[in-house]
């Protein structure tokens, strides 16, 4: 219940900057890999940006070069720090944490970004 809160997302112009943090209460924060996820209106949720548990990272294309992932142990926040904003980022955005051996996965309830002119 409640093991990841996102914060973060509002409303802003086109070509502006936010920034998106997850917030986990699990103690082993440190040996889940972290993501992010987009949901367009109307659309599926799709992968955005991913760090392990070692610090590597991963983005989709759509946003490589304009979002960067980190992750911070002393307070077990994962930020997602998204620049160069488009109209076509709005949507709820979804941090999950992936957990093996054993296998656990959480999903936090969302924040809204919307990109408009």
């Known amino acids: 219940q409640g093991e990841l809160v996102e914060s973060g997302g509002d409303s802003v112009l086109p070509g502006g900057s936010l920034k998106l943090t997850c917030t986990a209460s699990?103690?082993?924060?440190?040996?889940?890999?972290m993501n992010w996820y987009h949901r367009a209106p109307g659309e599926r949720r799709e992968f955005i940006a991913k760090?392990?548990?070692?610090?590597?990272?991963r983005y989709a294309d759509s946003v490589k070069g304009r979002f960067t992932i980190t992750r911070h142990s002393a307070n077990r926040t994962v930020v997602l720090q998204m620049n160069n904003l488009r109209p076509e980022d709005t949507g709820v955005y979804y941090c999950?944490?992936?957990?093996?051996?054993?296998?656990?996965?959480?999903w936090g309830q969302g924040t809204q970004v919307i990109v408009s002119s």
């Open positions: 999950a944490a992936n957990l093996y051996h054993p296998n656990i996965d959480y």
């Open positions: 760090i392990t548990a070692g610090g590597t990272t």
């Open positions: 699990m103690y082993s924060f440190d040996d889940f890999d």
